[in-house]
Structure formats: structure tokens, C-alpha cells
């Protein structure tokens, strides 16, 4: 994400001497991506950042997954994964419950009141959505303000901490990539610009706007990494708070982007999911579907099509509103619907017909489409509706 910023006090030049008023040199630290031959940000700390104290094993959340296997359509209902009043001890890190996952994705989602310890994730960059509540994120480079429907993105290792704020606790969607999350290539100039095409621009994406002062030793860190493949957990303590950042620059930084901010594409005729693009990742694609006056056509049909979606598995998280084509299905806030590719889906019986002279649709859902296979974690095999694959057809086997 080729957008400049500057917080706090950097030196004129990069890479020469910065100094505090007793004339103690800073740490220059540059956090770069693709080998340094990507974006990055030079980051000047009051301690060394690599001085570790000690290293142990961070047991992880259930992190298996099983195929989707018999095939099948799925209905995961997310809001029964936390039924009643949520644990103050359960936070937006450590609780969250895995849903879905491939070697280049993982979906995982979570009910927290509790603020959590500081985090790391070495395996990709985040995105996550709010469904509701409100939360600071504190990370290194500064603290950023997160409301419902803000898509609150974390940059591949990027040390930071969620805490919750206000009555309600916060629902979170987490969205973790195996390498990077970025605007879509064909909304962006040769040299980084959002075009006027994009359905959103540089103002809408917010991100922090002073450093956090947090002196300390002997701090942990548990950071998610992936040797050989398998996700797992380790427990770092640092002699110094990496939140001792005094000033930063660059094009890499976490920052948060609300859903009410994407600007809708429609036509005539149904316009495909690509329009309602916002993000991709490497074998990934993250929409953002929002209220939106719809096809005008005479003779238009506003509901999607049935389709088959060949090359891609398509995870719908419904966040808001009414979903016009899933109507008779179950699918209410809360729901996932998982429709692999390779054989079709589409509206509900009955949903098709009805949709005819529909003006407006008042829908909020975040998709995701992968271009290898899901697989079925400990979340969604825990709060599966059986019945969903046979909603088309109203059977199901005897």
C-alpha cells in the first residue's frame, strides 16, 4: 500500500543519527515487505527491538481442519459459538475459534469483553471486521480506533493488542492471509494511487495518527508463526516494550477502513462479485457487499443468477440488513454460508421471482473467495445448520 505517512519525530534523513534531548541515539528499525523490494517503514525506538529475554511454546487454539468431504454446501451460524453472556477473560486473540482455512486463508471468529496480551502474527497480514462493538487497537506504530463495520487491517507482524471499549462486547470477524492484503491492482496507478474507478479512496482509510508511550521490561509477546507448514504459537519476552517508538515513516502501517465507506458499483443489468471487490490476498479475494440501489433494466432480475463458480470456494459472512436471495434459508446476522466451487448456488426457491421490481437492496455482508479448496475447522463443524444444503430443493437424504 503505496500511501506515505509520517507520525511523530523522525530525522530529515534515513539511516543518519537520531538523537533524544539527553543525545541518546534511537534504534532505526525499517519493517519491509517481499524482501525489502516492497513497501516499508523505518521505525525509531528508544530500545534494541531483537533483544529477546526468553522463548517458550504458545499453545494455540484448536487449529485442525477437516475437508469438506461429502461435498456440501454450509450454513455456519456464528452467533451460537458464544451463547450468553461472554467471559470477561476471553479476548479478540486467544479466543478466537477457527471456521474455515487453506494453506493461503484462515477465518476465524470471536465474542470478547477482555483486552489481549500483545500479539504477532508472522504468517500474514489480518483483516479483521467488526460486526459490532468497539475496540482500541494499540500497536507499534500507534493506536487506532475501531467501530462496527471497520475492517481493521494489521500488517504481517506487526506487534499490537485489542481492547475492547464500551457496554458491548466485540464481535469480530478475523480474516488471516498467508503473505499480504491489499487493494485490488486494477484500482491503483503504476505508482499507487487509488483511481477515480476505486470504490473507495485514500481519505477513507484511517490510520494512526500519534505514537503510544509505553515504557516496560520483560515484556511478552505471543506471535503465530508456521514452520513447515503447521500453525503454531511461541511466547517471546523482550527486555524492552516494543511500543517504544518515538516516530515513524513510510507506506507500511495498520489502518482501519468502515464498510459504510465502500462505495457501491451497480448497472442495468446484475453487475458480477467483482464489482464489490475491496481487498485481495494472495489465492484470495475479500467484497464487500453494502445497501445499494439495484439493477434498473426493465426487465432486470436483481438477485445474482445461479452460478458455478469454478475455480473458487465463496465463504459469505452476513453482517447486516436483509439478504433478498437467501430468504427461506435461516441465513440471518451471524450467518456463513460456504458454497464450494464446482457446482452451482444462487438464490433460494421463490427468491428469484420475488426479487422482480425490487428498487434498493438493504444487505451488509463481507466475502471471501479462495482459489483452492476450504477445509472445515473446530468452529464450523461446532455451529453447522445440517439442513442448509437441502434448501434448494427442500429433501434431504432419507
Not at 446476522?333 to 464446482?342: C, D, I, K
Not at 451488509?364 to 439442513?387: K, W
Amino acid at each position: 500500500m503505496a500511501f506515505y505517512r509520517q507520525v511523530g519525530a523522525v530525522p530529515p534523513k534515513r539511516h543518519t543519527q537520531h538523537r533524544d534531548e539527553q543525545g541518546r541515539l534511537y534504534y532505526e528499525e525499517l519493517m519491509g515487505e517481499e524482501g525489502f523490494s516492497g513497501d516499508s517503514s523505518l521505525l525509531y525506538h528508544r530500545g534494541l527491538p531483537p533483544a529477546l529475554v526468553d522463548s517458550t511454546v504458545w499453545e494455540l487454539p484448536d487449529q485442525r481442519t477437516t475437508p469438506n468431504h461429502p461435498l456440501r454446501h454450509r450454513h455456519l451460524r456464528l452467533h451460537t459459538l458464544f451463547p450468553g453472556d461472554t467471559p470477561a477473560e476471553t479476548d479478540p486473540v486467544t479466543g478466537r475459534r477457527l471456521l474455515l482455512g487453506n494453506a493461503d486463508v484462515r477465518i476465524s471468529y470471536v465474542v470478547a469483553k477482555g483486552g489481549s496480551p500483545l500479539y504477532r502474527n508472522a504468517i500474514g497480514d489480518e483483516l479483521v471486521y467488526v460486526e459490532s462493538g468497539a475496540a482500541v487497537v494499540e500497536t507499534v506504530f500507534g493506536a487506532l480506533p475501531a467501530r462496527q463495520g471497520d475492517q481493521v487491517l494489521i500488517p504481517r507482524a506487526t506487534t499490537h493488542r485489542w481492547r475492547p471499549t464500551g457496554p458491548e462486547p466485540l464481535r469480530a470477524y478475523a480474516i488471516e492471509a498467508t503473505g499480504h492484503i491489499t487493494p485490488p491492482k486494477r484500482y491503483l496507478s503504476k505508482f499507487g494511487q487509488l483511481l477515480e474507478n476505486a470504490p473507495y479512496c485514500e481519505r477513507d482509510l484511517h490510520g494512526p495518527t500519534e505514537t503510544i508511550s509505553a515504557p516496560g521490561t520483560e515484556v511478552e509477546v505471543l506471535v503465530k508463526h508456521r514452520p513447515g507448514g503447521q500453525v503454531v504459537g511461541t511466547r517471546m519476552v523482550y527486555a524492552a516494550h516494543p511500543f517504544d517508538v518515538v516516530g515513524w515513516d513510510g507506506c507500511l502501517y495498520p489502518f482501519t477502513f468502515n464498510i459504510a465507506d465502500f462505495e457501491p458499483i451497480t448497472g442495468r443489468i446484475h453487475q458480477p462479485p467483482p464489482v464489490h471487490q475491496a481487498f485481495e490476498g494472495g489465492n484470495f479475494v475479500v467484497c464487500n457487499f453494502v445497501p445499494r440501489k439495484v439493477d434498473y433494466h426493465p426487465l432486470s432480475i436483481p438477485v445474482p443468477y445461479y452460478h458455478s463458480n469454478v475455480d473458487s470456494d465463496e465463504v459469505m459472512f452476513y453482517c447486516g440488513g436483509n439478504y433478498e436471495a437467501r430468504k427461506g434459508s435461516g441465513i440471518t446476522q451471524g450467518s456463513v454460508s460456504v458454497h464450494p466451487g464446482g457446482y452451482a448456488h444462487g438464490p433460494q426457491p421463490g427468491a428469484y421471482e420475488n426479487s422482480i421490481g425490487i428498487e434498493y437492496f438493504d444487505e451488509l455482508a463481507v466475502m471471501v473467495d479462495t482459489f483452492r479448496p476450504l477445509e472445515l475447522g473446530e468452529g464450523a463443524l461446532a455451529c453447522e445448520d445440517p439442513t442448509y444444503a437441502w434448501s434448494w430443493s427442500g429433501r434431504g437424504p432419507a
